[in-house]
């Protein structure tokens, strides 16, 4: 007998592509925003910050003043250098990064695997790694990391400076304490781990500060874990970002829980308020996917950082670290559960433009919320994934919103391929049909 659930299978996939922009366009979710605790916060801060570390002012003739961190955030043990010859021997100034723990040596070793095989090995000369770690490196961890790559000698391991990675002097630890609790209560993902809070933070805007990154044009974050099911030898990421000039590229997105970040855009809209003369207008940046047009709610979707190639002119402009800065004393990344996703999201839709991004439809990776495939024929020839599986088609994913103003012909493109699919479905549950009744 034929396969009804296989025939299902592409049905779903195709409603869920046609269907999801009219889904998108009528969501409305809406944010319970407790000016209370964005007042507290505040209060905080004056009452416990010194003149000469408020968040960034601005003097009679709008010239912003502020306190930005030192260039660099020195560690007192591991690397600290990217030779020069390592950058002769490519065409961009391109690193892959991680923060990492001693304890995820498996797979931090099965990311590295996974990546060189399907990249970094089949390139004339590897592009470095960079492996920042807020423990000391063990020899161990190092040692059999290096053989997962292909080139063990383009692999740098930084230490991440205490005072970038420990709790600032303004948060109090006792509040903190019970607002992660308080999280957790809610079942928010990580809202109880404390690593979690001070990763986001540093993620956010300090990792650039350390002194690996001063030669690096481009990083290509992932995450421990992370495995990639597509041939990406063919189109150089890095090339890509380059030869276009685009400064943020990503490859999945979704929305976050509303209760564990809901003082976020107020204390945004404050700075926007603030810095006006910076922000972007809406018809040419990515607002309006942050930003619902009817209701002016904010729709809590962000891009994924366990795949992302940021330029890190943008991470490093003074637009970038001000706001950065701002937040940070605010205290929503121990508070709350601010994460390094939103807050770049945020910041990109703010200072670029939406001619900046790139979506890497043809890059597909897997780590532990979801995993992307390519929607396209010609792509997935080159992949091991399975396309039905792929979040884009998930009702959490905010994909298709993002490529309607940045390419929309990516969303035709991926309906078309979703609507052959089930056509060949049909024709070969047609066939079986008529072998039965035969």
Not at 11 to 23: E, P, R, Y
Not at 187 to 214: C, M, P, T, W
Not at 319 to 347: N, P
Request: hydrophobic content about 35%.
């Amino acid at each position: 007998m034929y396969s009804i659930s296989k025939h299902w299978k592409y049905i779903s996939i195709s409603i869920g592509l046609v269907t999801f922009l009219i889904l998108l366009n009528n969501q409305n979710p809406t944010v319970e925003i407790d000016m209370n605790v964005l007042r507290n916060n505040m209060c905080l801060l004056s009452s416990t910050s010194s003149a000469s570390s408020l968040p960034p002012t601005t003097t009679e003739d709008d010239e912003p003043v502020t306190r930005l961190p030192n260039n660099h955030i020195d560690s007192s043990s591991g690397d600290t250098v990217i030779e020069e010859s390592v950058w002769d021997t490519l065409p961009v100034k391109g690193a892959i990064y991680m923060v990492v723990q001693n304890a995820e040596l498996h797979a931090v070793r099965a990311t590295i695997r996974s990546l060189e095989d399907r990249f970094n090995s089949n390139l004339n000369s590897s592009y470095p790694w960079i492996l920042l770690n807020s423990q000391v490196f063990t020899d161990e961890f190092k040692y059999y990391v290096r053989k997962a790559a292909h080139d063990p000698n383009r692999i740098y391991f930084g230490q991440i400076d205490l005072e970038a990675w420990g709790l600032p002097y303004w948060i109090d630890s006792n509040r903190a304490e019970n607002a992660m609790k308080k999280l957790g209560h809610y079942q928010v993902e990580k809202a109880n781990s404390q690593y979690f809070h001070q990763l986001q933070r540093y993620q956010s805007g300090l990792f650039i500060h350390h002194a690996l990154f001063d030669s690096v044009d481009y990083v290509w974050q992932v995450e421990s874990g992370t495995t990639f099911h597509c041939e990406l030898f063919n189109q150089d990421p890095f090339k890509t970002m380059q030869r276009t000039d685009k400064k943020l590229g990503f490859v999945l997105t979704s929305m976050e829980p509303k209760s564990s970040m809901y003082s976020l855009w107020p204390a945004t809209l404050q700075f926007m308020k603030q810095y006006a003369n910076w922000i972007t207008s809406a018809e040419n940046s990515i607002m309006p996917w942050l930003v619902h047009d009817k209701t002016k709610e904010y729709s809590f979707c962000s891009m994924w950082t366990s795949f992302q190639i940021v330029k890190l002119d943008f991470i490093k402009s003074l637009e970038y670290q001000i706001y950065f800065q701002y937040l940070d004393y605010v205290g929503g990344f121990f508070y709350e559960r601010w994460t390094a996703a939103s807050i770049r999201s945020i910041a990109a839709a703010m200072f670029l433009e939406k001619t900046d991004f790139h979506f890497f439809n043809d890059a597909g990776y897997a780590e532990s919320k979801g995993e992307h495939c390519p929607l396209n024929k010609k792509l997935l020839e080159s992949c091991t994934c399975e396309f039905e599986k792929s979040y884009d088609l998930e009702y959490n994913s905010c994909n298709i919103e993002l490529l309607k103003l940045i390419n929309p012909k990516e969303i035709d493109s991926m309906v078309n391929f979703a609507l052959s699919k089930l056509k060949e479905e049909e024709e070969e549950e047609e066939e079986e049909e008529e072998n039965f009744t035969s």
